[in-house]
């Protein structure tokens, strides 16, 4: 794993398909755990089913990397996600979390980042409300 490799798996630009099944295996242990914010699956075959259904779900996504980090048996990466839905255009700063095996292979997948604010922020009324939450918890 080097992260040159992690660099072409964190890069999908608008209008480009996302890796391959094939890919995602070749990097992924068979037992990988994935956990995010909104979901968390066992398993490579629930991975590939999770990626697969946002890309579905979605009329078109962005993955971008930034900085890319490797230690030992652990790696991190500074990302940006676009997913456009029904028109909107919605932002998502986070970075992940990779744990790595003997083998090389990632065992263990964790995405951070804040679903709420850039999902429910720009929305009327509801938005304001999320501002107001946030304000509460950081002042």
């Known amino acids: 794993m080097d992260a040159a490799s992690l660099q072409a798996l964190f890069t999908k630009p608008y209008g480009a398909p996302g890796p391959s099944a094939e890919q995602w295996r070749a990097l992924y242990d068979a037992a990988v755990h994935f956990q995010d914010p909104t979901q968390e699956h066992h398993g490579i075959d629930a991975y590939l089913k999770a990626q697969e259904d946002l890309l579905q779900r979605c009329d078109d996504v962005l993955l971008k990397p930034g900085a890319i980090a490797i230690t030992g048996a652990t790696a991190f990466v500074e990302w940006e996600m676009g997913l456009k839905i029904k028109g909107v255009e919605f932002i998502y700063p986070g970075a992940t979390r990779l744990l790595l095996n003997d083998a090389d292979k990632i065992v263990d997948h964790r995405d951070y980042f804040d679903f709420v604010g850039p ?3 720009p929305v009327p009324v509801l ?3 999320v501002r107001w939450l946030y304000r509460r ?3």
Request: proline content about 0%; cysteine-free.
């Open 137 to 139: 918890f950081v002042s």
């Open 127 to 129: 938005g304001g409300f």
């Open 119 to 121: 999902t429910f922020g």
